[in-house]
């Protein structure tokens, strides 16, 4: 005899490559409220916390471990945006181009 059994059926999902954009790594080597407070003073928003994420004008900001984030910004701000970090980040820290480093993917699917 066969037991009955509930299911649930989706659509497969589907793997695409997103558009290429910028991916920096911002790290701090001390205390980060002072770097997190020009943060949000020049963008808009202040570092997000442990497994936060925050998206700020054309920025999305995801917390990656203590002391690091990495950003991601359009191509086409490259240059000024980590211009920007770099200065923000003074002598508390570094940022690095990381852009090469990924490729991103979209999940896409019913129900995913």
């Known amino acids: 005899?066969?037991?009955?059994?509930c299911a649930t059926v989706t659509d497969a999902p589907r793997f695409h490559a997103a558009q290429p954009e910028t991916l920096l790594r911002?790290?701090?080597?001390?205390d980060?409220?002072?770097v997190s407070r020009r943060f949000a003073k020049a963008f808009g928003a202040a570092l997000p916390?442990?497994?936060r994420a925050v998206t700020t004008g054309s920025l999305r900001v995801i917390w990656r471990e203590p002391g690091a984030?990495?950003?991601?910004a359009p191509l086409a701000d490259r240059d000024d945006?980590?211009?920007r970090l770099t200065i923000l980040a003074g002598s508390d820290g570094s940022?690095?181009?990381?852009s090469g480093a990924a490729v991103r993917c979209?999940?896409?699917?019913?129900?995913?």
């Open 1 to 5: 005899m066969t037991p009955k059994a």
């Open 26 to 30: 911002l790290e701090l080597w001390a």
């Open 49 to 51: 916390g442990p497994g």
């Open 69 to 72: 984030w990495m950003i991601r």
């Open 32 to 34: 980060d409220t002072p």
């Open 95 to 98: 940022v690095t181009d990381i």
């Open 106 to 112: 979209a999940l896409r699917g019913r129900d995913w």
């Open 81 to 83: 945006t980590l211009a």
